[in-house]
Nanobody, 121 residues
Framework: QVQLVESGGGSVQAGGSLRLSCAAS????????MAWFRQAPGKEREGVAA???????RYIDSVKGRFTISQDNAKNTLYLQMNSLKPEDTAMYYC???????????????WGQGTQVTVSS
């Protein structure tokens, strides 16, 4: 059974940093495409960063230059390094996985439970 478990969220001041982790189990990790999504209260879930099985990455414009998605295949773990955080980055962050690279479409088959990121001004 595929499981994704996020961690690393928290509360920081604007300009601060956080690193989110997503521990994957139940499947061969490097066969799946991965992505980070976020959802703020009253807003739709949006894709933030995505990574292919061979390490190619995509970012939405609002996080380019501030966020970095990476993965450690040996540890079956996906990361999201978030720097220069802004109040508008406040949201629940989710990792997602699938054998299809949906990029930023929220159609991934597997999802974690989410980790909250709160950025204060």
């Amino acid at each position: 059974q595929v499981q994704l478990v996020e961690s690393g969220g928290g509360s920081v001041q604007a300009g601060g940093s956080l690193r989110l982790s997503c521990a994957a189990s139940g499947y061969t990790y490097n066969w799946y495409y991965m992505a980070w999504f976020r959802q703020a209260p009253g807003k739709e879930r949006e894709g933030v960063a995505a990574i292919t099985t061979d390490g190619r990455t995509r970012y939405i414009d609002s996080v380019k230059g501030r966020f970095t998605i990476s993965q450690d295949n040996a540890k079956n773990t996906l990361y999201l390094q978030m720097n220069s955080l802004k109040p508008e980055d406040t949201a629940m962050y989710y990792c997602a996985a699938d054998s299809v690279w949906w990029i930023f479409l929220p159609r991934y088959k597997y999802w974690g439970q989410g980790t909250q990121v709160t950025v204060s001004s």
